[in-house]
């Protein structure tokens, strides 16, 4: 399959340039980084039947008439980049895992893997990795955890859906920026017991300092299930807790991670309530000052949740023009 490129005028890296231009927009933001200089990159899907699912390994390439060229990825110090692609698969499927296909991990700061609500063009662009109008489906680091769902849940996603492998890159050293990531991603036919979404926890992207932490307030009407899946710093991230705060004050700790190394950890997978009132926080802390900002070498502050039914964890705010619809911070 063919994945046409096409090219975007300069703008400032600023939040209210990236809302103007969202809204303006109407759908997942045309925000302008540098153009990109390799018109037939995109990706290869190649199809494997497993017992119960079918697997699609989707990998990014330099040229997809010549699948063995990896992708230049980056021409400065850092850059994201944008994989858009249908889904390949006919009629509605549920997502069963996604696991992260790491070729270059001194390159790879992050991946991320989302469908646009919107509908749009398949095709390889630099992005600033805005996201109005799209669901997040997973988000992983440069140690690639990976999302397994139980045999009860699964994510839906429609036949023909537009999908976007968003790859930011950081070099971390002098190696020629050649990557063919990508992203393995197993679906089944079955409609399971439990239909779930990914929701985003986290901080302020202008953060700055030691510590910094994020409160997650949904506006719930009844009690939703939810569970956390895996958080994730940078390089310099040195722990991240969860806590829930009920109506009354209460609060509890529902997840902590210490690492000598940031990485993404998977959390226990006990299914847990959250009742109206409640809320939840993120706390990053990390070796000395640091900064969060828009661009890929900075710091960040994530923790990813599985909740039911989709879309009740979330708050339709600033963030979710970066993060897609299902982000509450």
Not at 148 to 171: C, F, M, R
Not at 172 to 182: N, R, T
Request: with cysteine; charged share 20%; proline share 7%.
């Amino acid at each position: 399959m063919h994945f046409h490129s096409y090219r975007r005028s300069m703008c400032a890296v600023s939040l209210c340039s990236l809302l103007a231009t969202a809204g303006a927009v109407g759908q997942d933001s045309e925000v302008p980084p540098p153009k990109l200089d390799q018109p037939r990159a995109g990706v290869t899907i190649r199809a494997t039947e497993q017992a119960d699912v079918t697997c699609y390994a989707i990998t990014t390439t330099g040229d997809v008439n010549a699948p063995e060229q990896k992708f230049w990825a980056s021409w400065k110090r850092s850059s994201v980049v944008a994989f858009r692609f249908r889904a390949p698969w006919r009629g509605t499927r549920y997502l069963k895992s996604i696991r992260p296909l790491i070729d270059h991990r001194n390159l790879l700061e992050q991946g991320k893997l989302l469908r646009s609500l919107v509908g749009g063009t398949p095709g390889t662009v630099s992005s600033f990795g805005v996201h109005p109008n799209s669901e997040l489906l997973f988000s992983w680091g440069r140690s690639g955890s990976a999302l397994e769902l139980d045999a009860a849940e699964g994510i839906a996603v429609p036949a023909d859906a537009l999908l976007e492998l968003e790859h930011h890159y950081t070099s971390l050293d002098d190696a020629e920026p050649l990557d063919g990531s990508g992203v393995e991603v197993c679906v089944s036919p079955e409609v399971p017991k439990r239909l779930v979404a990914v929701t985003l926890l986290g901080v302020p992207s202008d953060f700055e300092g030691t510590k910094v932490t994020g409160v997650c307030k949904p506006k719930l009407s009844a009690s939703i299930d939810w569970r956390p899946l895996a958080a994730y710093t940078r390089r310099r991230g040195q722990s991240v807790t969860l806590d829930r705060t009920r109506s009354n004050g209460e609060t509890e700790a529902v997840f902590a991670w210490t690492a000598a190394a940031p990485q993404p950890v998977r959390a226990d997978p006990t299914w847990l309530t959250l009742d109206p009132g409640d809320k939840l926080s993120v706390t990053c802390t990390y070796d000395g000052p640091v900064k969060g900002a828009l661009e890929g070498y900075y710091e960040a502050c994530e923790m990813l949740v599985l909740h039911t039914p989709p879309g009740a964890l979330a708050t339709r705010s600033i963030a979710s023009i970066v993060n897609g619809l299902y982000t509450c911070m």
